[in-house]
């Protein structure tokens, strides 16, 4: 069975420090790229971050620039979201997604291009 799951997620408080994890099952990730996304209730998905397959390229989108780390292990067949200085608008259910489009910086990470999806971990930050 093909899985995607997502885990790590949690209640932090503004300032903390998460450290998502994306780990496949049934599949290896190495031949895709993985995209992190989120969607807070009342408003639409949107792009967090990328990285290529190999891990050579990775992307951000500007509100997550300088604290938002993307990473992958392809020996563990995992890719990581670590998520520094959190505020209460990184409040969120996360998502990871495979793409085999690439990741490149500058470009907008768009859910179109993303085929099969985690099933979400929830991020809030909350005092």
């Known amino acids: 069975q093909l899985q995607l799951v997502e885990s790590g997620g949690g209640l932090v408080q503004p300032g903390g420090s998460l450290r998502l994890s994306c780990a496949a099952s049934g599949f290896s990730l190495d031949r895709y790229a993985i995209g992190w996304f989120r969607q807070a209730p009342g408003k639409e998905r949107e792009g967090v971050s990328c990285i290529s397959s190999s891990g050579s390229n990775t992307n951000y989108a500007d509100s997550m620039k300088g604290r938002f780390t993307i990473s992958r292990d392809n020996a563990k067949n995992t890719v990581y979201l670590q998520m520094n200085s959190l505020k209460p608008e990184d409040t969120a259910v996360y998502y990871c997604?495979?793409?085999?489009?690439?990741?490149?910086?500058?470009?907008?990470?768009?859910?179109?291009?993303?085929?099969?999806w985690g099933q979400g971990t929830q991020v809030t930050v909350s005092s």
């Open positions: 997604a495979t793409s085999r489009y690439g990741c490149y910086a500058g470009r907008s990470i768009d859910s179109y291009y993303y085929g099969y």
